[in-house]
C-alpha cells in the first residue's frame, strides 16, 4: 500500500511554478481582475506561501510578463531559408499564435501593464520589438541598416502590434487574411522606402527576385496590377535605372 505524499518543491522550482500559474490567468483575463487568492488556488498553495516567493502581485506579474515576452520574441526567430515572403508569413502565424493563445496578456505587454503601467513592463515591450526588429533586418541581410531601413522595419513591427490588438476586439477580419496582409504591408511600406533611396530600392530589388509567383509577395504584385490595368509594363532590365 502507498500513499499519496506531495512532494516539496524547491525554490526556483516553486517560482517557476507560480509564474506558469500566473501567465495562464493572467493569459485570459485582465491582472486587475485576478486576485492573490486565486493564484494560490491554482498553484495549489497558501496565499502567504505566495508572497514567500513574491513580494506581491505585482512583481508576480511582472514575471509572469517576462516569460511571455521570451515566448514572444522567440515567435519572430526564423531560418535564413527561402523566399523572405514565406518567411514573413511563417513568423506572422506564430505571432498570431500567441496572440491567440495569450489575448489580454498580450495586450497588456504591448500596452505596457496595467493600468498606470510601469517601467519594467514598458522596458519587456521595447524589449521584444527590437527583437524582433534585429531579426527582420538579419533577414533582409543588412549589417548597419540605414535610418530608411529602420523606420520600415520598426514601423512595421508597430503596425503588426496593433492590427493584433484591433483584431482582438471581435476578430471581425480572418486571421489568416490579416497575416499575409501584414506580410504585404510591409513589402509595400519597403517598397514606398524604396522609391526615394537607392539603398532601399537595391534590397527590394534583391528580394522580389528571389520571390516565386506563386508566394506571398508575387501574390502582392499580381493584386497591385489588377489596381493599374492600364500602366505601362517596366521592363525589368529598366528597373534599377529609375531609382539612380
Known sequence: MTTGVRRRMGVDERRAQLISVALELFSHRSPDEVSVDEIAAAAGISRPLVYHYFPGKRSLYEAALKRAADELAGRFLEAHEGPLGARLLRVMRRFFDFVEEHGPGFAALVRGGPAGGSSAADALAEAVRRA???????HLGVASPSARLEFVVRSWVSLAETTALLWLDGKRIARAELELQLVH????????????????????????????ADGPLGELLARLSVLAPAAPAVPPQRLPQLFR
Request: aromatic share 12%; glycine share 2%; hydrophobic share 60%.
Open 185 to 212: 504591408d510591409f513589402a509595400a511600406l519597403a517598397a514606398v522606402s524604396a522609391a526615394y533611396d537607392q539603398e532601399m530600392a537595391g534590397i527590394m530589388l534583391r528580394v522580389f527576385a528571389q520571390e516565386p
Open 132 to 138: 524582433a526588429y534585429e531579426q527582420i533586418v538579419a
